[in-house]
């Protein structure tokens, strides 16, 4: 694939997915944008409003054959630039889109969405 093509198939996955984050939340225009190829950073940027509801850095990733840990990598730097958590937004032809986040994030937005309140004495 020249690399004209891949930019453009990784651009499409970014503004699909700008599309489902302002379907769900709502956001106004400049609420969310897709930053260009070539440009360090974050695949999606923010507004202040869009972090509070959305606190993730995202990078997306539209590959055939992913290279997993390098791009989690790359999510992991944006989000240190950041401070929200890394999410790293992946799909290839004919499957579906998936969002790989850390297992301890993971566990803590199922015990949230569970309701259920873990103290300080219930910790491992």
């Not at 020249?2 to 503004?15: M, Y």
Request: include cysteine; charge should be positive; glycine fraction near 6%.
């Amino acid at each position: 694939m020249r690399p004209q093509s891949a930019k453009a198939k990784g651009r499409r996955l970014c503004k699909r997915f700008k599309e489902i984050l302002d379907y769900v939340f709502k956001f106004e225009d400049g609420d969310v944008r897709v930053t260009s190829s070539g440009v360090t950073g974050e695949d999606i940027l923010l507004s202040p409003h869009a972090q509070r509801l959305f606190p993730y850095s995202t990078e997306c990733k539209n590959q055939e054959t992913l290279q997993l840990w390098k791009s989690w990598d790359q999510a992991r730097q944006h989000s240190t630039k950041t401070g929200r958590t890394p999410v790293l937004i992946i799909k290839r032809n004919g499957s579906e889109m998936l969002a790989v986040i850390p297992a301890d994030h993971f566990v803590s937005l199922v015990r949230d969405a569970n309701g259920t309140v873990v103290g300080v004495d219930d910790s491992p």
